[in-house]
RNA sequence: GCCGAUGUAGCUCAGCGGUAGAGCACUUCCUUGGUAAGGAAGGGGUCGGGAGUUCAAUUCUCCCCAUCGGCUCCA
């Protein structure tokens, strides 16, 4: 016998060799359906796959990660296997479980596979998913693991297994599909009851772009047709809400081949929109003691090469603006870092003067690979809300609290309720890649990761994951559709003020090197909108809206009571507009909802006579009426309500 | 940059070896209205660009450009 030690500590006998299943099967039938994986002393363990010895045991069904990364393991061997059966000859690279399902990457050799072949493959899938395929275990010797996939001529498998350990290989086998893999997998394909394959893509056989360039199919898997189907209304929602799509039917940016790719346009409403973020963060940098600047779109090669970006970046970069000077080369900037340092060293500093935050909302100019832009959120012209904070090694803390809070008030002012922290820190084998003193290290990594429990933010630890010269403390949010981005970011740098040779005078009136801290809380002024758009499907909280209220006049009767009202609602600074057209209320309140102002407020011969107006909340039914005093007081009122949710 | 797909009116899209169509939008007229599409008429396209095949190319082929889905990269 031996004993099972559950989550909750409680401990239960077995026979030795006895299954996760079985135990779920001792516990209730209801589980034991449902159990699709299990960890068994820390490892990931087979639901079928025996235990010889006592144990820690957690069983993991759909609801858990864990269950549905195994889930959609599986369903990577079932897609490899219908493939195989669907197309003789091809050869499989790897085939892993992904956050939102599973991908693998295959040489198709001749055959080009196309959308309409996915089709087929799912039905495939699902003809080999009811056959109840057993995922069967097999350990096999090195030797014997090279020579089949030799024998089969899969050559991606032979590099593979030729460097894995003997001992330590293992085969899943399902019906006649025999894949290399270390496993969990589901106990048998019949879990797998509805197939999605989303996409088709090219990828290099491990990621290496020297190498050949697979077919990877990307799919998704559910044990109910019904989830699927949720999916893809999620998916459809998602899809409505594409930033892309909303920036043009709200009439915010636009992009222009002329102009050329990845350069963004903002339209008046999205400018007014931006401008409008921007003043927000301008005010409350005041009051965090930021001082606003306003530096030049290029800057001489010179700095750039001191800056050390040119050695790292130069090559891969928009080329150096050269001038009639025979020898004068510009760049357009990557970043504002480098000017921002010159601003610093302009005059002496005292220890007295630190921190010195310098602020600006500085546009740049990154020469991103075409293949890589996308919308709003990866584009090659942007302007950063960014800040550089020169501060002594003793206020790094207080100054990551400090940008923390600020960042804190962004969100909640946009209603991103959900948000965490990843901290970046060194790779602890490795100290040797990172530049600046092992001791300022160590106190910064100390410093963030207090700050964050000073500040009750949740957050997670990356080692490894520090640039070269700081580590660094990035914000994630969760939209509304549950999706992550990573927005802000704060991140320390000991190498821009070693190159630029930065100096304070301390209270010992000795030369001092200053920290720099980097930090962005919207990240780029292109990006977060983009995710703000998203987030609220281009239903901007009222302050941020280019248009609060779109004035309906019943006819055109109440034109110019509809003009008035427009002047009177001005003075206390809500943007209103009027639909002048000559349509029906019905029409214009149809076409207002489509273009989300917040309030429409309908005018005819009744409210012209009591100057009222008849309020409609985008989205709701009508609210009945009010003066005009009382909605324009209102408005103004949850303006306020709304920047002030600190 | 690489793999694959796409590119037709401002937008969403249909069509096709015989040089173009719908809906919405736009303009004008009629209608002057009360909480999600009133009616009529009209204007608008070198069918992404270039070359080739053909009696004839928007349609077929090739090359470019842009966009989309990925890969790679991301100071």
């Excluded at 393991?73 to 669907?86: F, K, N, P, V």
């Excluded at 209220?549 to 609602?569: D, T």
Aim: aromatic letters at 10%; charged letters at 30%.
């Amino acid at each position: 016998m031996i004993n099972i030690t559950f989550p909750d500590q409680s401990v239960r006998q077995y026979e030795a060799g006895v299954s996760p299943l079985d135990i779920a099967k001792s516990i209730s039938e209801g589980l034991a359906r449902n159990v699709l994986a299990a960890k068994v002393n820390g490892k990931m363990w087979d639901a079928t796959r025996a235990i010889g010895e006592d144990a820690e045991i957690q069983l993991f069904t759909w609801d858990d990660p864990e269950g549905k990364a195994a889930m959609w393991h599986s369903s990577a061997h079932l897609m490899a296997a219908a493939i195989e059966q669907l197309y003789k000859g091809v050869k499989f690279g790897i085939g892993p479980a992904i956050d939102n399902g599973f991908y693998y990457d295959i040489d198709t050799g001749d055959i080009t596979l196309t959308e309409a072949d996915l089709v087929n493959i799912e039905k495939k899938m699902l003809e080999l998913a009811r056959q109840k395929q057993v995922f069967e275990r097999v350990d096999v010797c090195k030797a014997d693991a090279l020579k089949h996939f030799q024998d089969k001529g899969d050559e991606y498998k032979v590099e593979l297994i030729s460097e894995l350990e003997d001992g330590t290989i293992t085969y899943y086998k399902n019906g006649e599909f025999t894949d290399l893999c270390r496993g969990p997998h589901i106990p048998n394909t019949s879990f797998i009851k509805a197939v999605k394959l989303t996409s088709l893509a090219g990828a290099y056989w491990r990621g290496d772009e020297k190498r050949k360039q697979l077919t990877r199919v990307y799919g998704i898997t559910f044990p109910k047709q019904k989830e699927l189907d949720e999916y893809l209304v999620l998916l459809e929602e998602a899809k409505k809400r594409d930033h892309r799509k909303l920036g043009r039917e709200l009439e915010l940016f636009m992009f222009n081949d002329l102009v050329g790719k990845g350069l963004p346009i903002w339209l008046p409403k999205g400018t007014a929109l931006r401008l409008r973020l921007q003043d927000y963060l301008t005010k409350i940098q005041q009051e965090y003691g930021y001082e606003q600047v306003i530096t030049p779109h290029i800057g001489g090669k010179q700095l750039y090469v001191t800056s050390g970006h040119w050695d790292h970046y130069g090559a891969d970069s928009f080329r150096p603006i050269t001038t009639p000077e025979e020898g004068e080369e510009y760049l357009l900037k990557p970043m504002n870092c480098p000017h921002h340092c010159q601003i610093f060293k302009w005059k002496p500093r005292s220890y007295k003067d630190m921190p010195v935050r310098i602020a600006e909302f500085g546009t740049v100019y990154r020469y991103e690979q075409s293949g890589e832009l996308h919308g709003l959120t990866r584009v090659r012209s942007f302007t950063q809300d960014d800040a550089h904070i020169f501060c002594r090694p003793d206020q790094v803390k207080d100054e990551f609290i400090r940008v923390m809070e600020i960042i804190e008030i962004i969100f909640k002012a946009l209603d991103f309720k959900n948000f965490e922290a990843q901290i970046s820190l060194r790779d602890p084998n490795d100290h040797e890649k990172y530049v600046g003193a092992d001791e300022n290290w160590a106190k910064a990594e100390a410093a963030i990761q207090e700050a964050c429990i000073e500040k009750g933010l949740p957050a997670h630890v990356e080692y490894g994951e520090a640039a070269f010269y700081g580590p660094k403390l990035d914000f994630m949010v969760k939209d509304a559709l549950g999706r992550k981005w990573q927005l802000g970011t704060i991140q320390v740098d000991y190498n821009l003020p070693e190159r630029f040779d930065l100096s304070y005078i301390g209270a010992d009136n000795e030369k001092h090197r200053p920290v720099m801290v980097h930090r962005a809380p919207f990240g780029s002024m292109e990006r977060f909108v983009a995710v703000l758009l998203e987030h609220c499907a281009g239903e901007f909280p009222l302050w941020l809206a280019p248009d609060q209220v779109i004035i309906l006049p019943v006819s055109e009767k109440y034109m110019n009571f509809a003009q008035n009202l427009q002047s009177y609602l001005k003075k206390s600074d809500i943007r209103a507009l009027i639909d002048e057209r000559n349509e029906k209320i019905g029409r214009k309140i149809r076409d207002a909802e489509m273009k989300k102002y917040p309030y429409m407020l309908i005018v005819g011969e009744k409210e012209e006579a009591e100057n009222s107006v008849s309020v409609r909340r985008h989205g709701q039914v009508d609210l009945g009426s009010m003066s005009t005093e009382a909605f324009a007081e209102m408005i103004v009122k949850q303006v306020k309500e709304e920047q002030e949710k600190r």
